[in-house]
Antibody, heavy 124, light 108 residues
Framework: EVQLVESGGDLVHPGRSLRLSCTAS????????MSWFSQAPGKGLEWVGL??????????EYAASVKGRFTISRDDSKSIAYLQMNSLRTEDTAVYYC???????????????WGQGTLVTVSS | SSELTQDPAVSVALGQTVRITCQGD??????ASWYQQKPGQAPVLVIY???NRPSGIPDRFSGSSSGNTASLTITGAQAEDEADYYC???????????FGGGTKLTVL
């Protein structure tokens, strides 16, 4: 069974940092892109960013709202994707989900499955 | 354009057919995917690509696309289909991901 489990969510003060982890099982992790999403309380889904597989250069893409503050990385030997969140703001408060990405170069993208999410609260 | 637009709420009588739409310029270039999210749960992919259902998704769910509009159709809506539905697409640059604001489906 394909499974993704996020961890690392916490209550942090504005300006501080936090690292989330997404541990995968049930598939060959290194063959897939991984993506992070957020959902603020009572709000819709937002894309945070993604990291491609090593076969596609392991390159990253980020939403404008987090570019320069958040960094996505991966450890294929451990089947873990990370979201390093720096300079956190109150508006970053959200549940953060990771998902396996199907991102062919020239056609539609989709994301499946999703983890259960981990809550990040940024507050003083 | 960097937006996908969905109606905030739609309702359907039990057993009837409902269409949920998503509009955006990027949909002229890329198919949408659709996600179902029930309260307190993670999103679940229900439609991707031209009109593909992941394993385990009932065949009452289908997708279509025309011009700048993608649609998710539920034929014979069931009580368990009551949820929020989000569309998603690549943006026009091809390197970023867009989401619609979500549609809350109520099954009456």
């Amino acid at each position: 069974e394909v499974q993704l489990v996020e961890s690392g969510g916490d209550l942090v003060h504005p300006g501080r940092s936090l690292r989330l982890s997404c541990t995968a099982s049930g598939f060959t992790f290194g063959d897939y892109a991984m993506s992070w999403f957020s959902q603020a309380p009572g709000k819709g889904l937002e894309w945070v960013g993604l990291i491609r597989s090593k076969a596609y250069g392991g390159t990253t893409e980020y939403a404008a709202s987090v570019k320069g503050r958040f960094t996505i990385s991966r450890d294929d030997s451990k089947s873990i994707a990370y979201l390093q969140m720096n300079s956190l703001r109150t508006e970053d408060t959200a549940v953060y989900y990771c998902s396996r990405g199907f991102i062919p170069p020239v056609s539609a993208w989709w994301f499946d499955p999703w983890g259960q999410g981990t809550l990040v609260t940024v507050s003083s | 354009s960097s937006e996908l637009t969905q109606d905030p709420a739609v309702s359907v009588a039990l057993g009837q057919t409902v269409r949920i739409t998503c509009q955006g310029d990027s949909l002229r270039s890329f198919y949408a995917s659709w996600y179902q999210q029930k309260p307190g749960q993670a999103p679940v992919l229900v439609i991707y690509g031209r009109n593909n259902r992941p394993s385990g998704i009932p065949d009452r769910f289908s997708g279509s696309s025309s011009g700048n509009t993608a649609s998710l159709t539920i034929t014979g809506a069931q009580a368990e289909d009551e949820a929020d539905y989000y569309c998603n697409s690549r943006d026009s640059s091809g390197n970023h991901v867009l989401f619609g604001g979500g549609t809350k489906l109520t099954v009456l």
